[in-house]
């Protein structure tokens, strides 16, 4: 490995404040440059590594950019037809309740193909987590428009912007979720900053204790960003998602359980 | 009064160049090498070590978890 390090009298095992959790692979992702796909696998590694749950976790994986995600987090992940990884965990969940179960899906997965098994899955109320990363596009195919694409966005189906009147308006799948009887805790976060890293990997964390009371459906969004399917770099895709899908779709929680 | 120090280490070939960590920084330690690494990025490196807080701000906004952060007081 080839490491540059700063001052290397300070590099000492006794020193360290923060390392990848080893649950999160040597495999380089094949994320494009500053996607927030590897920063939520990133947490989500490291949440399940502190609470020690490596053995007793199995996820459901989409189809879509992160479709290859047993690459890249070290714990059973099953990978699921597109739009079919709710269905797929009740089935696991249903099985092997004493499991922590969760699918991660991007908008184009939950959102637009399984629409029918996210909505039932909550309204159902599994006993399960899902984790939904908004990007307003389908990344993986080269940035077709989503139904969670903004109006006035650019896509390579919609090159002049989507139009609300014939194009329809961003779909809230969470909002949607978050008045089913079936949904426990929903909350919608992001992944952008220091600050907002910390907030989500917290909604993880309790997403996954909740699971233990078997109360109904966890369902986290993390509005994400496509810099290569929104043609920007990295850091302006960031600034962004920030001006622009933050107000149509609002960070905090929609849902939380009364303790 | 003890001060905080603190140095990063960077993981040069899982380094992607997205410049995430560098905005993320609030001391201005990190800064884009003009080198490549093996896959064609201009890697994250400490330019400035010496102002490193060991914040672990860097390590938290980095996509790919690249970086390592150490922390002591002196
Ligand atoms: C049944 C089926 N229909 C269509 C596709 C093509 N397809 C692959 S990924 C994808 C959308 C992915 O977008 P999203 O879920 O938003 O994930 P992202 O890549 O943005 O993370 C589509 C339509 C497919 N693989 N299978
Ligand atoms: S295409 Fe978009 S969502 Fe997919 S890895 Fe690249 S930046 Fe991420
Ligand atoms: S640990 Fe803090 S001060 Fe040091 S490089 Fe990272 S962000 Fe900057
Ligand atoms: S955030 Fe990570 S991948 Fe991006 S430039 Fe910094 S170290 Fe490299």
Redo the contacts between chains.
């Keep these: 490995m080839f490491e540059i390090a700063g001052i290397r009298e300070i590099v000492k095992p006794e020193n360290l404040a923060y390392r990848k959790s080893d649950l999160l692979t040597e495999n380089v992702m094949s994320y494009c440059p500053g996607c927030g796909h590897g920063t939520v696998h990133r947490i989500l590694a490291e949440v399940i590594d502190e609470l020690g749950l490596q053995s007793d976790t199995i996820g459901v994986s989409p189809v879509g950019c992160s479709v290859l995600m047993y690459n890249y987090i070290d714990v059973d992940i099953q990978q699921a037809a597109h739009g079919r990884a709710p269905a797929v965990a009740t089935a696991i969940k249903r099985l092997l309740p004493e499991k922590f179960v969760f699918t991660y899906q991007g908008d184009g997965d939950l959102a637009a193909i399984g629409t029918a098994e996210t909505i039932h899955a909550c309204n159902r109320g599994e006993n399960i987590l899902m984790l939904f990363i908004n990007n307003g596009i389908y990344g993986m195919t080269g940035g077709q428009m989503a139904p969670t694409t903004l109006v006035g966005m650019k896509s390579s189906t919609s090159p002049a912007g989507r139009i609300a009147k014939t194009m329809g308006s961003p779909l809230k799948m969470t909002d949607i979720v978050a008045t089913l009887p079936g949904t426990y805790y929903v909350t919608r976060q992001s992944v952008h900053t220091p600050a907002n890293v910390r907030k989500t990997k917290k909604a993880i964390r309790k997403a996954v204790q909740y699971q233990k009371l078997d109360r109904g459906t966890c369902f986290i969004e993390i509005v994400s960003n496509c810099p290569s399917g929104w043609k920007m770099t990295p850091v302006q895709s960031n600034k962004w998602m920030e001006e622009t899908m933050f107000p149509v779709y609002p960070l905090g929680d929609l849902k939380t359980p009364e303790e | 009064m003890a001060k905080i120090?603190?140095?990063?280490?960077?993981?040069?070939?899982?380094c992607?160049?997205?410049?995430?960590c560098m905005?993320?920084c609030p001391t201005g330690?990190i800064a884009m090498a003009k080198e490549v690494?093996g896959?064609g990025?201009n890697?994250a490196?400490?330019a400035n070590?010496?102002l490193?807080i060991?914040c672990?701000?860097c390590?938290?906004?980095?996509?790919?978890?690249v970086?390592?952060?150490?922390?002591?007081k002196i």
């Design positions: 120090r603190g140095s990063i280490v960077v993981n040069v070939e899982r992607k160049g997205c410049e995430v905005v993320s330690t690494n896959k990025y890697y490196f400490p070590p010496d490193c060991g672990a701000s390590a938290m906004g980095c996509l790919d978890g970086i390592a952060v150490y922390k002591t």
